[in-house]
């Protein structure tokens, strides 16, 4: 069976990673340990990890219940995963918001720019004056020494518990929609109400993303599960398709971010 059939192109240089992944517990029966990893990301780990010849088990954490960015443990079923097994860090600081806004963005930049990759960090939080970062426990040494101000003002960060983590209540609103395909434009034009030209050119502009990725392609074809976002619009996503109508539309579910 060719697994390669079921993705898209550009996920093909992933699904190779993670098949090594799965070969070397296989051979070796040691854990492997992921970056931070996506929610696209993290649901094909989990499904070439059943096409495993050995018993893998799959877990994944990436600070609280309702963490979106999640590293991920592929070991052989006797092996005990706990939560000190996925080596998270949190570091938390705290800023005046009466002069200064700091947004998620800010945060981010301010960390990339320490020269550390993308993956190295889960969840970012920053609002009423305070910061909180999860990352992975290799790098958090180096950005207590290193980050010391975000959007030209000082934080002080520290590492805390993650019991001390911040949750937000997800809440996903969903919408059935009647649409004409399944392509890129055509979905963000029904969930965001646009018009069809709209909703071409924020796309056009790079401000569309799928599963977490920038997409300049109106034509791309969704599936069910596509994250979505629009820059200044929101969080969207592409819940189910429900079947053909009489006039051959196409029935879907959508649901937004509140």
């Given at each position: ?10 996920e093909?240089?992933?699904i190779?990673?993670v098949?090594?992944?799965i ?15 996506d929610?696209r ?75 550390i ?23 958090a ?22 019991s ?15 649409v ?8 963000i ?12 050119e ?10 977490h990725?920038?997409s ?43």
């Amino acid at each position: 069976m060719d697994i390669y059939q079921h993705y898209r192109k550009e996920e093909h240089a992933f699904i190779d990673q993670v098949l090594s992944w799965i070969d070397r517990v296989e051979n070796t029966y040691v854990m492997k340990v992921t970056d931070f990893l996506d929610p696209r990301e993290q649901q094909i780990v989990k499904t070439l990890a059943k096409t495993s010849i050995e018993e893998l088990k799959v877990y994944e954490y990436g600070g609280s219940d309702h963490a979106e960015r999640r590293r991920i443990i592929i070991a052989p079923m006797y092996d005990e995963v706990i939560a000190p097994s996925f080596q998270l860090t949190l570091l938390q600081g705290s800023y005046h918001d009466k002069f200064v806004s700091v947004e998620h963005r800010d945060v981010m930049g301010a960390f990339l720019s320490l020269g550390i990759k993308r993956q190295k960090v889960g969840d970012i939080m920053a609002e009423n004056g305070l910061i909180q970062i999860v990352m992975a426990k290799e790098v958090a040494s180096f950005v207590l020494a290193n980050l010391t101000a975000i959007k030209r003002t000082r934080i002080n960060l520290e590492e805390q518990p993650l019991s001390y983590l911040v949750e937000h209540d997800v809440n996903w609103v969903e919408f059935n929609h009647i649409v004409s395909s399944l392509r890129l434009d055509t979905v963000i034009k029904a969930i965001y109400k646009l018009s069809r030209k709209d909703a071409a050119e924020f796309i056009a502009k790079g401000l569309v993303k799928v599963n977490h990725k920038v997409s300049d392609d109106r034509k791309l074809m969704l599936e069910s599960g596509d994250m979505l976002s629009l820059r200044g619009k929101g969080r969207s996503k592409l819940v189910a398709t429900n079947g053909r109508t009489k006039k051959d539309n196409i029935s879907i579910t959508t649901a937004r971010l509140k």
